[in-house]
């Protein structure tokens, strides 16, 4: 079972909008509607930005959010801020029968 | 307030073994399935495993299947990672989180090193 498919890294200047994408396959992201967006600072736990394609948690920005379409899940930051900067992760329920879950490759926000 | 905490990491002679725990507060823990994540210096984000509120159901990673073992007391409130034959590719901070599908709250983390 492969990592899903994120961008490297991904760039904006202040007040922009950006989006990742997650791509995986219909075993998992085109699958279920389990898809989630981890946000981590540097040496910081991963903080659920994301969860069930589209729902933010309490206390999270509504300038996150969250689409799916096919085998491919998107984070969108609108309004860019600097305390955006951080690495992201999607990740899946996946019926693979290796695994449960599957995290993608990461994504580099970088604030310009 | 949410709380977990990981204790147990430290390093570790590859082959060797070590226990992990995480400490559960602010919750009813016994309701609530529970997961094991890592993460390798400077790489991503790595599901190990996961343990369902009565232990009826556990999953496991590939990677670790048949050298790690997850189990909670719900009476303690206190999940837990056995870790067996470790390996230098297991050296990771392990995080606990909480939840099923989506992970809501996590630790800290706790680093172990496996290395001669």
């Known amino acids: 079972q492969s990592a899903l498919t994120q961008p490297a890294s991904v760039s904006g200047s202040p007040g922009q909008s950006i989006t990742i994408s997650c791509t995986g396959t219909?075993?998992?992201?085109?699958?279920?509607?389990?898809v989630s967006w981890y946000q981590q600072h540097p040496g910081k736990a991963p903080k659920l930005m994301i969860y069930?394609?589209?729902n933010r948690p309490s206390g999270v920005p509504d300038r996150f959010s969250g689409s799916k379409s096919g085998n491919t899940a998107s984070l969108t930051i609108s309004g860019l801020q600097a305390e955006d900067e951080a690495d992201y992760y999607c990740?899946?329920?996946?019926?693979?029968?290796?695994?449960?879950?599957?995290f993608g490759t990461g994504t580099k926000v970088t604030v310009l | 307030e949410v709380q977990l905490v990981e204790s147990g990491g430290g390093l570790v002679k590859p082959g060797g073994s070590l226990r992990l725990s995480c400490a559960a507060s602010?919750?009813?823990?016994?309701?609530?399935?529970m997961n094991w994540v890592r993460q390798a210096p400077g790489k991503g984000l790595e599901w190990v495993s996961s343990?369902?509120?009565?232990?009826?159901?556990?999953y496991y990673a590939d990677s670790v299947k048949g050298r790690f073992t997850i189990s909670r007391d719900n009476a303690k409130n206190s999940l837990y990672l056995q870790m067996n034959s470790l390996r230098a590719e297991d050296t990771a901070v392990y995080y606990c989180?909480?939840?099923?599908?989506?992970?809501?709250?996590w630790g800290q983390g706790t680093l172990v090193t496996v290395s001669s």
């Open positions: 990740s899946s329920y996946t019926s693979s029968s290796t695994l449960a879950y599957v």
């Open positions: 989180a909480r939840d099923r599908y989506s992970w809501h709250y």
């Open positions: 602010g919750f009813t823990f016994s309701s609530y399935s």
């Open positions: 343990i369902s509120s009565s232990s009826s159901y556990i």
């Open positions: 069930e394609v589209s």
């Open positions: 219909s075993s998992d992201v085109g699958g279920y509607n389990y």
